[in-house]
């Protein structure tokens, strides 16, 4: 018997719980029921922490060293993806296992500072985060398209 047929037949899925068997009579009676089961996947890019000794500058990594932009194309895998933090005007930077830093151009309207806590984005199906397809979530509740991404490359 496949998953659909017992789960429409319903009784036979919990036949050997009496009490939810009785339950599910009430609500649904003896008539066909479907169920449906879905799954979400949620990544996260925590806000990455300053490193203790630019903290005690007072100044952000990024803001220590100079960096020049360079193309790197439309897609980013996520799995390489480990944080995130706010950088200039619309834009989100985010570090890669390797440690290298990539800059996400945020669409209009969102601002950088939205994501002080990190981002969130929901799994694709081919697993890359790309520009003009997905959102990024940050926990105040903004939702942001990318435009384009750029590795940044220290001078």
Do not use: N
């Amino acid at each position: 018997m496949g998953l659909a047929s017992s789960v429409a037949a319903g009784p036979v899925l919990i036949q050997g719980t009496p009490g939810i068997a009785s339950i599910a009579h009430l609500i649904f009676g003896d008539g066909w029921y479907q169920a449906r089961v879905e799954q979400r996947v949620i990544i996260r890019f925590p806000r990455q922490q300053a490193s203790p000794a630019s903290a005690r500058k007072g100044a952000t990594a990024s803001a220590a060293t100079l960096f020049h932009e360079e193309k790197i194309g439309k897609c980013l895998r996520m799995d390489r993806l480990i944080a995130s933090r706010p950088g200039p005007k619309q834009s989100l930077e985010l570090v890669t296992r390797e440690g290298q830093l990539i800059r996400a151009y945020l669409g209009d309207g969102c601002l950088a500072r939205e994501f002080y806590a990190g981002a969130y984005v929901e799994r694709s199906s081919d697993g890359k985060l790309c520009v003009d397809r997905d959102l990024l979530h940050a926990r105040t509740g903004a939702q942001c398209e990318i435009d384009k991404f750029r590795l940044l490359v220290p001078d």
